[in-house]
């Protein structure tokens, strides 16, 4: 098999690109290195079947080749990270959507099967855990630039939906739970990375908030795992999957655990949240995928638990 991953040289795209190379497939990626980076795919480059090309999936030209040459296509190009959607509101708004957009209109040209990354955003300040892919989406006011993210992901799951409805391009939509594992930058403001980074530098770790928040995290190899299996399902086209983790902590047990197992030498330290990001921010209490149609239709049950997903994060941290 042909795959084609925009934003391949990211943190889930890269990984994905390197299971999907083991398996024995071609992977071609396509990155504009924006939150990407090349030292992700350095150790891919010498792999016969891999290509990368560094551009844009607004460069329609490129894109359309590239997609011409893919017999799946992984749409994981994306603004991501609370932080980055905060300070940028309008690239956010304008990559998800145009992306999107552009790469589900070549696909069509030849009705090639894609895969939309979307994200466990979209369930919003809904509290009716664990979420459903069929519950409603409780998304906050516009006003508040967070739900700018949810909102543009929930437009390229409505458009992609709205491409197999009408046109019968074979769609499959993922959202992803807060996804982990090593490759994922602190820089973007996701939580393990930083406390790691933190805890190694021996300097506090920055719990938002009270530390009450809960969120289930999934590692990048078990998220991998699932697309190959989705890929492979004709039942899964057309269809909404969560992809994540069941397993739950609060952010402040996080920090105790990522504390302990970088020498113990850190505090922990709280900062409201207005503070980390900006006046009159809005966060989710708890976040937990129902993974009922995933696990029923492909058998997918996460196998990396949290504590060996941090072991694995903090080796890769010492190493880089
Ligand atoms: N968080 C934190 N300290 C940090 C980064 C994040 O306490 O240095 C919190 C953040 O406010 C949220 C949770 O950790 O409640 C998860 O944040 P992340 O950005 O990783 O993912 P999110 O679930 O917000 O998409």
């Not at 071609?28 to 795919?41: F, K, R």
């Amino acid at each position: 098999m042909n795959a084609f991953i925009t934003g391949g040289a990211g943190f889930i795209g890269s990984h994905l690109a390197e299971a999907l190379l083991a398996a024995g497939h071609h992977v071609t990626v396509l990155d504009n290195l924006s939150t990407g980076a090349m030292e992700n795919i350095e150790h891919l480059k010498a792999h016969p079947g891999f290509r990368y090309v560094i551009d844009s999936v607004t460069n329609e030209p490129v894109l359309a080749e590239l997609i011409d040459g893919a017999d799946v296509v992984f749409h994981l190009a994306a603004a991501v990270g609370v932080k980055l959607i905060v300070e940028a509101p309008v690239h956010t708004i304008e990559t998800n959507v145009h992306g999107t957009e552009v790469v589900l209109r070549h696909a069509n040209k030849k009705k090639k099967l894609v895969v939309i990354a979307s994200t466990s955003e979209v369930y919003g300040k809904s509290t009716d855990v664990p979420f459903r892919e069929d519950a409603d989406l409780v998304l906050g006011p516009t006003t508040k630039h967070r739900w700018a993210y949810a909102c543009s992901k929930a437009i390229d799951e409505f458009l992609a939906l709205a491409y197999w409805k009408e046109k019968k391009l074979p769609v499959i939509i993922v959202r992803f739970f807060n996804t982990v594992g090593p490759r994922q930058t602190g820089r973007y403001g996701m939580v393990i990375p930083n406390f790691v980074r933190q805890g190694l530098a021996g300097q506090p770790l920055t719990v938002h908030g009270d530390g009450t928040q809960r969120r289930s995290f999934c590692y990048v190899g078990d998220v991998v795992e699932a697309l190959q299996r989705l890929v492979a399902e004709p039942r899964a086209v057309g269809e909404v999957f969560n992809v994540g983790n069941t397993q739950e902590i609060s952010i402040m047990a996080l920090a105790e655990k990522v504390r302990d197992l970088t020498g113990g030498r850190s505090e922990i330290v709280t900062i409201p949240y207005d503070q980390a990001y900006e006046a009159g921010f809005e966060d989710m209490p708890r976040r937990v995928p129902d993974l009922a149609k995933i696990s029923h239709l492909v058998g997918y049950a996460p196998e990396v638990g949290l504590d060996e997903i941090l072991t694995r994060v903090v080796d890769h941290f010492q190493k880089t």
